[in-house]
């Protein structure tokens, strides 16, 4: 077997990137949607430290592994990750409990995969999770070094054997993780934005009270409270696909039928992703 090619590549678990992050920033775990990630600046964060464990390296990309909750479906903010340069986006799933599944057999038949082929030398695992320790074992077997990183306090948020079995280690602090992930200051909370909706569709003028009405109102409220990224993710979304991001469709969802009172029917829930889309591009035209 030849000598492995002087690359490095960079294996993301998202799952443990944002329950530690957000326990870093904000002192205890918060879920997806109260957060915030700069997708550019993590992951060039995370070129940097590839980079200075192995200077001698070209990075060959980065692999991003998350659950998808939609089928095969990325989320607005996947599609984000997935659209930026030198960024695979690979997904598991999400199951019925909300868990996250599948991901870790994909990094390690990645880093088994690549560490075959010899295509790369060095690697940077971002993860915390037991079940990749294999693959690190036969990743090192095949000669690529192992560089491990972890969220403050890495020791009580990554496996101790896994920790054990890399090579070196790393911790990103409070500090550094709040350069790339924060809590929404305006979260796109659903209970909130439902309470809202219902508000305003009680005070509307007659020909507005009905229920499409009703559902219009509620999805121009949530629209309105999306951030910039949150808009940006959208349109990452609709550059390889139609209709609304599966996060955000669970939402409206939720959201509509609090307004109205009842789950929606077929026909209004076309009429919801339709006027979803409308009030979006408007925002998107009027923001140029």
Known sequence: ?????????????????????????????KPRSELLLDAPAVVENLVDLVCAKAPDCRILRVYWYDGAIGGSRPTSDQALVANLDDVKLRLGFINSYGQQKGVDSLIVTDLIELA???SISDALLLSGDEDVRVGVQIAQNYGVRIHLLGVAPG?????????QEADTTSEWDRRTVAT???VRETAVATEEVAEAAKTAAATTSPTAGFVSGK?????????????ES??????????????????????LLRICGNAIGRKLEPDETRDMRSCFR??????????V
């Open 155 to 163: 020791r009580s948020s990554q496996s101790q054997q896994l920790l």
């Open 215 to 227: 559902i219009e109102v509620a999805v121009k409220a949530f629209v309105e409270e999306l951030v």
């Open 116 to 118: 075959r082929l010899n």
């Open 1 to 29: 077997m030849g000598q492995a090619m002087d690359r490095c590549a960079v294996f993301v678990d998202a799952g443990y990137l944002f329950a530690q992050g957000s326990a870093a920033i904000a002192g205890s775990k």
């Open 230 to 251: 949150d808009i940006k993710g959208i349109e990452a979304y609709w550059q390889r696909e139609r209709g609304v991001p599966p996060d955000l469709d669970r939402k």
């Open 278 to 287: 409308s009030a979006v591009k408007t925002r998107i035209e009027t923001s």
């Open 180 to 182: 790339f992930l924060s």
